[in-house]
Structures are given as structure tokens and as C-alpha cells.
């Protein structure tokens, strides 16, 4: 059985990769890394998403969102023009969510605007992709809101328990998985080793989080393949099944099947 990846979750139209793509694609290509899907950040990043997902058609598919780091005063008008953006070509709402780490102090408007972006994913049928940090418990809160309207999608890095994983799977949600799994001292290992591969995708939220043993510098999409080596490793299943899995995960959740 041949590998093939994609990789659900890719920042690469930043700066840190200006000048490179080209690279990028073909270390992508080279490692089996065939679809990359690009998660919007704010309304500034909108026209390099676009841009790039233009570039590499059938290869880079964006999604459109306001991240939950970057909400300010003007949130909503900010959501309603990146939304003016949207067309058949976006794939998902995100990155949104809740980020309870840097800050508590604009906890309502975190949550406002998950909401509005929560309704704008289902009246569009489109899954969300979301952010979440120091605040697993509350963004399961807020999806629980909307399960009975259809709302689905995938927690993006996840790093919660085993039951909160498995109330993200009741709810239909898939955890997403990424670099974090391979660190030494990381307990996500445990966790995600009692998860069947069915509620798993991949990830690499590049440039950040960078795999073992490319830890300190710049991730890429090619370094899925040190992401599904782990979870081949800690769930005693053969690499191969691993990538078909996962792969036809990601391919279901964004209906990929008729891009």
C-alpha cells in the first residue's frame, strides 16, 4: 500500500516562507505530502491565503476565519469582511476559537465571535477548524451549542485528557494531531494512543512546531511523515495504515471529494 498525506492544518502563505513556496510544494510532493490546507489567521492575511491557494491549485486549498489571538474591539467587523471573501473555493471556516492563555480579559469577545463564526460555518455547511488553548473545556461548551444544528470540524492541536477527548468524538469532531505528538516528554502519547485512527487527522501547523528531529527550525508540510511514523509507533499499526486512515479522514471532513 502506497503513503499519501495531507496535511490539515499549514500556515505557509507567512512571511517566514516568502520567497520559498516553490520549495515547500516540492519538499511536500517529495514526501507524499500531496494537499496542504491553509487556515486564515485575520482580515491582513486574507489576500496572501488566497493568493497562494491560487498559485497551487489542487494542492493548497484555503479557509477563512478570525483566530482568537487576533480579536480587537472591531471583531465583528473584521468577521464580516473576511467573510466578504468567501467563495466555493473555501474549504472550511478557520482558524477560530477561544485562547485562554495570553489573555482572559476579552473572554466574551473570544466567545462572541467563535459563535457568529460557528453559525457562518453551518449556514455555509463548512466544518471550523479551531484554535484552542487553556480553554478546552469552554470551546467544547460553545460547540456543544450548535451540535444539534450540524456544526462539525476538528480541534486543531490538541493537547487535552482522554475524556475530553472523547467528548470532542461525541460531539463528531476530530482531534487533530501534529508535532506535539512526537516530543520526548509530551503525555499527548498516552492519550492519543488510546484514540482509534478513525477520529484522527494530521497536521503540522507550520512553520511552528516543528517534529522530532526537526525540532528548532522551521516546520513544513513535509515533516508530516515524522508525525505519522509516531502515531504508527504508539498505536502498533503499520505506517501504511496510518496514512490511508488519516488521509481519508481529512478527505471526508472537507469534502475534498468534489474539489
Keep these: 500500500m502506497d503513503v499519501s498525506y495531507i496535511d490539515s492544518h499549514a500556515h505557509i502563505y507567512l512571511d517566514q516562507f516568502r520567497g520559498n513556496i516553490d ?5 511536500s510532493l517529495n514526501n507524499n505530502v500531496h494537499k496542504i490546507l491553509m487556515p486564515n489567521i485575520n482580515l491582513d492575511t486574507v489576500t496572501d491565503i488566497l493568493k497562494v491557494s491560487d498559485q497551487y491549485k489542487e494542492i493548497c486549498y484555503p479557509m477563512l476565519g ?32 477561544l485562547d485562554f492563555f495570553r489573555t482572559k480579559e476579552n473572554k466574551k469577545d473570544q466567545i462572541k465571535a467563535f459563535e457568529i463564526q ?3 460555518a453551518i449556514s455555509k455547511n463548512k466544518p471550523i477548524v479551531i484554535h484552542t488553548r487553556s480553554s478546552i473545556d469552554e470551546t467544547i461548551k460553545v460547540v456543544k451549542k450548535f451540535s444539534s444544528k450540524g456544526l462539525r470540524g476538528v480541534f486543531h ?31 499527548l ?22 517534529p522530532e528531529p526537526r525540532r528548532g527550525s522551521i516546520n513544513e508540510p513535509a515533516n508530516i511523515i515524522y508525525i505519522s511514523q509516531k502515531l504508527s509507533e504508539i498505536c502498533a ?8 486512515i488519516t488521509t481519508q479522514n481529512v478527505i471526508n471532513l472537507f469534502d475534498l471529494h468534489s474539489l
Design 66 to 97: 478570525l483566530h482568537p489571538c487576533y480579536i480587537k474591539d472591531n471583531f465583528e467587523y473584521e468577521i464580516d469582511e473576511i467573510f466578504k471573501n468567501f467563495s466555493s473555493k473555501i474549504i472550511a471556516v478557520g482558524e477560530i476559537g
Design 23 to 27: 520549495n515547500i510544494i516540492k519538499n
Design 189 to 210: 502519547k498516552t492519550v492519543i494512543s488510546q484514540i482509534d485512527l478513525s477520529h484522527i487527522i494530521l497536521e503540522t501547523d507550520s512553520p511552528y512546531l516543528s
Design 237 to 244: 499499526v503499520p505506517i501504511e495504515l496510518v496514512s490511508n
Design 118 to 120: 460557528c453559525e457562518y
Design 157 to 187: 492541536c490538541f493537547s487535552g485528557s482522554l475524556n475530553q477527548a472523547n467528548e470532542i468524538i461525541d460531539l463528531g469532531f476530530k482531534i487533530g494531531v501534529g508535532g506535539v505528538l512526537t516530543f520526548k516528554n509530551s503525555n
